[in-house]
């Protein structure tokens, strides 16, 4: 049986400004994944460090921060069977124009430095990531009727 996980996903801010909040939400919400918690604000350069510390040091870094910081985004926990691969596979690849028909960057992004949606990329990552965004009584359990038409 597949793990049960929570992954942090961003709806940044283009994806705020487009109208695409919902979008994003939707594909994930559509494919089994189930919403934990949910806060919307912007993330300011020091979050914005700590989230992307990473990144530090690389070409991409200031401007990755300027723009994750450029407006308000939804922050979200999702929770479900293998969530962080899945949320991924839905997310579609980093650089938009390689990410496949069908995900949201491959539909709604042409560019990396505008793609729309952060997921976390591995267990540790997304235990640090929503950590960070989120305190534990701010993620809610709960069950839904039909989780058991999802996962067997
Ligand atoms: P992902 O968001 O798919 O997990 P990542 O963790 O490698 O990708 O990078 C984080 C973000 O940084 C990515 O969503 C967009 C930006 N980024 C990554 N590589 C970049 C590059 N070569 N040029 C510009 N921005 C880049
Ligand atoms: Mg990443």
Same mark, same amino acid.
């Given at each position: 049986?597949?793990?049960?996980?929570?992954?942090?996903?961003?709806?940044? !801010?283009? #994806? *705020?400004?487009?109208?695409?909040?919902?979008?994003?939400?939707?594909?994930?919400?559509?494919?089994?994944?189930?919403? *934990?918690?949910?806060?919307?604000? *912007?993330?300011?350069?020091?979050?914005?460090?700590?989230?992307? $510390?990473?990144?530090?040091?690389?070409?991409?870094?200031?401007?990755?921060? @300027?723009?994750?910081?450029?407006?308000?985004?939804?922050?979200? *926990?999702?929770?479900?069977?293998? #969530?962080? $691969?899945? #949320?991924?596979?839905?997310?579609?690849?980093?650089?938009?124009?390689?990410?496949?028909?069908?995900?949201?960057?491959? @539909?709604?992004?042409?560019?990396?430095?505008?793609?729309?949606?952060?997921?976390?990329?591995? !267990?540790?990552?997304?235990?640090?990531?929503?950590?960070?965004?989120?305190?534990? @009584?701010?993620?809610?359990?709960?069950?839904?009727?039909?989780?058991?038409?999802?996962?067997?």
């Amino acid at each position: 049986m597949a793990d049960t996980q929570r992954t942090l996903i961003i709806a940044k !801010p283009d #994806a *705020v400004q487009r109208g695409l909040t919902g979008t994003i939400i939707s594909r994930l919400e559509g494919r089994g994944l189930k919403l *934990v918690a949910l806060k919307f604000r *912007v993330i300011d350069e020091s979050l914005a460090s700590r989230h992307y $510390a990473e990144h530090q040091g690389k070409g991409f870094y200031a401007g990755l921060v @300027d723009y994750i910081g450029s407006g308000p985004s939804a922050v979200m *926990v999702f929770e479900g069977s293998d #969530a962080i $691969a899945a #949320a991924r596979a839905s997310i579609g690849s980093t650089n938009p124009v390689a990410a496949a028909p069908g995900t949201i960057r491959g @539909d709604f992004a042409l560019q990396v430095g505008r793609n729309l949606v952060h997921g976390s990329d591995s !267990p540790d990552s997304a235990a640090r990531e929503v950590a960070l965004f989120f305190e534990a @009584d701010e993620i809610v359990s709960y069950t839904r009727d039909s989780d058991r038409w999802v996962v067997e």
